[in-house]
């Protein structure tokens, strides 16, 4: 089989050709917008991924609508039974065509397989996400830190544990209160 | 209590109303919070709308007919309860391409003049490309009837691709295509940039032609009815917001913010205040009713605008006429939902369903449920009418002009 991979985050497109790898088909990936159309009809693919909300989606279907050159994918909205798989991919982000004919047993691997990397990639962004937000919110606490111990004369024992102190008092995260002092700081600049 | 709404939508200057139903708080005084879901491509706005992610979408008129008929996809039946708007897009040409047929300076061009003009272009050069954002846009539609009515065969005189808004400017640039008919404010993006002068408005070619709808699937329609109908009430109040000169500065700033069309507000303000930049660093022109938003009912869903879409769409797809695909068409638009909305509010509501489109050549009054309602001058600029009770006759009459060609 096929498969044509259109995404334009590249690390989600190496990912899901990863686990496409395993089963036997060719594999394009495809992550510019400029040439899309012509490589994807030189490459002839039986099925397309691509990831939801892709910026080239509408251009995409209608050269599957007036294309001569290649068998036609079509939105992978062919049968009602399939609604439930389709409904996971779409909430996966990813949208599937593919070329009318093919047996709905060998597509489904496909896309049960893309859903899985797709959710995989979602689950790593988050958990970057999350890791990014714990390093901003570590630097807006020594940030306060430094604001206190430089207008109150604390030192930085002191400064974290008000920084703490007002925390459980108001019931808030200490990173909160910290870009609470940073932004105050900002504002009133060095009018102290 | 407050209902929840979630709304899908492109980065365009129409999907105004319901941003500004939500901004102003008029959701709000109707009981609605919005939540607004961005994408950057119609395949994505509609797989959400059917799929469940949104309850409702900002949505190109042609592609809800098009969905509910199953064109491209297994049909699924959509409602459109409410218009957001009438025309609002331009074509704009390359500058070269705009010499070419002697683009007037410093105003909009007549459109049967251009035509000709065009009409030469197609026949002495080669092979001229224009892109459009949808296959089923009324942008296409707009464009093709233009070209056709002017001697020119959209599909084999030229050559039409399909080009996300936001990637316009861009193409003209790349020299990709050498025209567009798109929405604001990528015309107006495309002459600030130098790629592009505006050469017509899609108003001079349809007058009073329909834009983009309020779509919902037709069961999520039945299951939230009541907040469909506030949200009806809502932008209707938005509307009146939206079309008052004193609010336009305030309203571009909104909607030009980055979390709806992430542009700049002085060319979100062009379209809003009908004051087009044609060309780069020229004046600004005055052009009413470039976008219609609310006079005259704007926001009724006519059945007889549903009829001259499938009118086109068979046009341009090469279809047969079949009276249960053109009834499956009409149905998708639900003036019995705007109505119902709107009824006891004082806000104007038509006698009719249906009309005539293109057919008044000066302000006319007509019958109305709710209010008094004057319609003013509504025509093709070929001087051509719709009669949707006679949708076969005028699909016929299409179809043997482009063969006396």
């Known amino acids: 089989m096929r498969i044509a991979i259109i995404d334009e985050s590249a690390s989600r497109a190496s990912i899901i050709r990863e686990g496409l790898a395993q089963m036997d088909s060719d594999i394009l990936v495809l992550t510019e917008r400029s040439g899309l159309l012509a490589q994807v009809e030189a490459f002839a693919p039986d099925v397309v991924l691509i990831d939801l909300g892709n910026p080239s989606r509408d251009v995409l279907e209608e050269y599957f609508a007036v294309s001569r050159a290649v068998a036609r994918p079509i939105a992978m909205f062919v049968d009602e039974s399939d609604a439930e798989t389709i409904g996971a991919s779409i909430d996966a982000g990813v949208s599937v065509y593919v070329v009318d004919g093919l047996a709905a047993g060998r597509i489904r691997p496909v896309l049960d397989l893309a859903v899985r990397r797709f959710n995989a990639f979602a689950r790593l962004q988050s958990d970057l996400d999350e890791a990014n937000s714990k390093l901003a919110a570590r630097d807006a606490v020594d940030k306060a830190k430094r604001i206190l111990m430089k207008s109150r004369g604390l030192s930085e024992p002191e400064a974290y544990a008000e920084l703490r102190r007002k925390a459980m008092q108001s019931s808030r995260r200490i990173a909160e209160i910290a870009e609470a002092v940073v932004t105050a700081q900002e504002l009133l600049g060095d009018s102290k | ?405």
């Open chain 2, 1 to 405: 209590m407050t209902e929840r709404l979630t709304i899908g939508f492109l980065p365009l200057v129409d999907a105004c109303l319901p941003i500004l139903a939500a901004e102003h708080g008029f959701a709000a005084e109707e009981g609605l919070d919005l939540e607004f879901v961005r994408d950057f491509s119609w395949a994505t706005v509609l797989d959400r709308l059917l799929y469940g992610h949104t309850d409702a979408a900002h949505l190109i008129a042609p592609l809800a007919i098009a969905t509910a008929l199953g064109r491209g996809r297994p049909a699924q039946p959509l409602a459109a309860p409410f218009v957001l708007g009438l025309n609002g897009n331009a074509i704009t040409f390359s500058p070269a391409l705009a010499e070419a047929v002697g683009a007037p300076e410093g105003r909009l061009g007549d459109p049967r003049v251009i035509g000709e003009a065009l009409k030469d272009q197609v026949a002495s050069g080669r092979k001229l490309r224009f892109g459009v954002v949808h296959r089923y846009s009324s942008h296409n539609y707009m464009l093709r009837y233009w070209l056709a009515a002017c001697g020119i065969a959209p599909d084999e005189d030229v050559e039409i691709v399909t080009i996300a808004p936001p990637f316009t400017a861009d193409a003209l640039e790349s020299g990709e295509i050498d025209g567009t008919c798109v929405g604001e404010p990528w015309n107006s993006v495309a002459v600030d940039r130098g790629v592009g002068r505006i050469v017509l408005a899609t108003a001079q070619i349809w007058r009073r032609g329909v834009e983009k709808v309020l779509a919902l699937r037709a069961d999520r329609l039945d299951q939230r009815r009541e907040g469909t109908e506030a949200l009806i009430r809502a932008m209707r109040k938005a509307g009146a917001h939206f079309v008052d000169p004193a609010n336009a500065h305030a309203n571009a700033a909104i909607l030009a913010g980055p979390r709806y069309l992430d542009a700049d507000p002085a060319l979100v303000l062009r379209a809003i205040s009908d004051r087009l930049v044609l060309s780069q660093g020229q004046a600004p022109i005055d052009y009413p009713d470039f976008m219609f938003q609310h006079r005259e009912a704007a926001n009724f869903p006519w059945v007889s605008q549903a009829g001259w879409l499938y009118s086109q769409m068979v046009r341009w797809d090469g279809l047969a006429f079949d009276s249960r695909q053109a009834e499956l068409a009409a149905r998708v638009f639900r003036p019995d939902v705007y109505r119902s909305a709107l009824k006891g509010t004082g806000d104007l509501l038509p006698g009719a369903s249906s009309k005539v489109e293109g057919s008044l050549q000066r302000a006319t009054a007509v019958t109305a449920q709710q209010g008094a309602m004057v319609l003013e001058q509504n025509r093709f600029f070929d001087g051509l009418a719709f009669d949707p009770d006679d949708l076969e006759g005028y699909i016929d009459r299409q179809k043997n002009a482009a063969l006396q060609k």
